[in-house]
């Protein structure tokens, strides 16, 4: 099946910074690849996704970049704000034989440091 | 529009006691599915059902059972809970019929086993 690992487990940087999160996977069958933001006791939340025809994607300060060669994916947020704090959990989707199948990486911590 | 939402909040149950968690959502969506939040892991699939009248294994059914009563309601139950079960249960739901693919969550369920 499939298995998703993410890197870093935690991240800090000051405020204004960059901050990059990878993750992995091993299914090369897998086509979707959504980014969730989640804060301490909140559920979580979408903040992008990529599918696998796609290269990158761009939401104002929040980008995603996939290499399906490589099989990895990566998270990037630029000029950090102390609310981008939280955790960040990569997923990565395949079709199975019924219905599509969600796989979740362990998560990021960033603390964005004022 | 409420989304999804998943009754109770907080559950204490005795080990082998039994218990049904309820997820209801109201956005027409085919697809639910049920997690489990561990403290410093990512969520990890425990059951999913791709449309009403189907449900799957995720990464760890073992222990649980589901049923998607309608489109609407897709319910958890622990027949016979364990310590190990102890930790956030999370709902989701996604429509694969339009372009949105995105998947909500519900605010969780925090269940402690004794």
């Known amino acids: 099946g499939e298995n998703v690992e993410q890197h870093p487990s935690t991240l800090s940087v000051q405020e204004g910074d960059s901050a990059v999160i990878k993750c992995t996977y091993s299914?090369?069958?897998?086509?979707?690849f959504p980014w969730y933001k989640q804060e301490l006791g909140k559920r979580p939340q979408l903040i992008i996704d990529?599918?696998?025809?796609?290269g990158e994607k761009k939401d104002q300060r929040i980008a995603v970049t996939l290499n399906k060669t490589a099989k990895h994916f990566s998270l990037h947020i630029t000029e950090t704000q102390p609310e981008d704090s939280a955790v960040y959990f990569c997923?990565?989707?395949?079709?199975?034989?019924?219905?599509?199948?969600?796989?979740f990486g362990p998560g990021t911590r960033l603390s964005v440091l004022p | 529009n409420a989304g999804v939402t998943q009754t109770p909040k907080f559950q204490v149950l005795k080990t082998g006691q039994s218990m049904t968690l309820q997820c209801a959502q109201d956005?027409?969506?085919?697809?639910m599915y049920w997690y489990r939040q561990d403290p410093g892991m990512g969520l990890r699939l425990i059951y999913y059902?791709?449309?009403?009248?189907?449900?799957d294994k995720g990464e760890v059914p073992n222990g649980y059972n589901v049923s998607r009563l309608n489109k609407r309601e897709f319910s958890l139950r622990l027949e016979s809970a364990a310590p190990s079960q102890t930790s956030v249960y999370f709902c989701?739901?996604?429509?694969?019929?339009?372009?949105?693919?995105?998947?909500?969550f519900g605010p969780g369920t925090r269940l402690l086993v004794l």
């Open positions: 989701a739901s996604r429509d694969l019929t339009g372009v949105q693919e995105t998947q909500y």
């Open positions: 299914d090369s069958a897998s086509n979707y």
């Open positions: 990529i599918r696998s025809n796609v």
């Open positions: 997923a990565a989707s395949s079709w199975a034989l019924r219905g599509q199948n969600f796989v």
């Open positions: 956005m027409n969506h085919n697809s």
């Open positions: 059902s791709a449309s009403e009248g189907t449900t």
